[in-house]
DNA sequence: TATGAAAGACATCATGT
DNA sequence: ACATGATGTCTTTCATA
């Protein structure tokens, strides 16, 4: 379905690396003109291998205290009570600037990344905004205390 | 210690969906002259909070199949032995490519995300990579069916 | 699909309001 | 903070292989 070569890798390693440098400057890297890296790109973008260009925000705008947190709603007798009812609860969460990701997980579970300026507003939150949610099964609260891989993650995310 | 006003952050909001946009294009939307929206760019860069520019890889590049994975030791009678595993746990999952981020949770736990092409795959992974660690107390999957916040999430960790 | 060359668009910087 | 203009660099296009 996809096709890409050991070029076209190159180019995409180096461009989430740093997508401001210049096409001369990526041709200069991999040795080929830089009407080929043009070209290349540009079906990379029309195939849209490349989805979208953004920026990542530094240490500043982002939160200092993060937390998975499983939230795992009551079975109901009415199988589309609870169907409506994690739709619900996923799109409350989403609209919150400090709930930075938020998934379904299954036919009863949400997941979401949240992100707080301490650990104790972060506490809560989770107290205030999703314990008191009703009829839930359990909350697992799963506090995040370093990133080793996919730092970047939290500029990536974050609401500005 | 940061202090951004209305326009730094109507910057930093089209940056993010569309860091390719001209710097003429970002002054006509926000009515302001380009020099303007020149500098303050620069100023974003050089104080940091624009830490990098970045791609975002479509759909076939991504893994189908997604799950977060929480995995807790087991609380052994040396205390500095429980830090070594749980560093070790970090750096050999951080180095496979179907797991697309790692962080640590606490003193005993690390939580993974993890792609694959299939279920099957994932499930598999799971079963033959993680659940074979040595003294562990617990191995709890949360997969995820669907993202509602945060997506390109994905296509941002992916590796190429 | 790859390339080289040429044209146009752009970022950048200096200077002044 | 904004305006203007000068400069060099980059992107983009196109003709050709």
Redesign the interface.
């Known amino acids: ?2 096709q ?1 070569d050991d070029l076209d ?1 190159a180019i ?2 180096i ?6 440098l210049t096409i001369s400057e990526i041709a200069e890297r991999l040795n080929r003109p830089e009407s080929t890296i043009h070209f290349r790109i540009k079906k990379l973008q029309e ?15 982002q939160p200092k205290a ?1 937390a ?1 947190v ?1 939230i795992q709603a009551e079975t109901p007798i009415i199988e589309d009570f609870l169907e409506r009812y994690i739709l619900h609860i ?2 409350t ?2 609209l919150l600037p400090n ?8 036919r009863d ?1 949400v ?1 979401a ?1 949240i992100g707080e300026e301490s650990q104790e507003k972060l506490n809560r939150f989770v107290d205030e905004t999703i314990k008191v949610l009703p009829t839930l099964k359990r909350v ?1 609260v ?9 730092n ?2 939290v ?3 974050v609401d ?1």
Chains 1, 2 share one sequence.
Do not use: N
């Not at 709930?99 to 299954?106: E, I, K, T």
């Not at 799963?142 to 996919?150: A, E, H, R, V, Y």
């Open positions: 379905m996809v890409l890798r995409l390693r461009l989430k690396e740093d997508a401001r195939k849209g291998i490349i989805d979208r260009y953004t920026i990542v925000l530094g240490k500043d705008l993060l998975v499983y996923m799109k969460l989403s709930v930075l990701a938020v998934a379904r997980s299954g579970g997941i990344l697992e799963l506090p995040i205390t370093d990133i080793t891989k996919g970047g993650i500029g990536f995310l500005v």
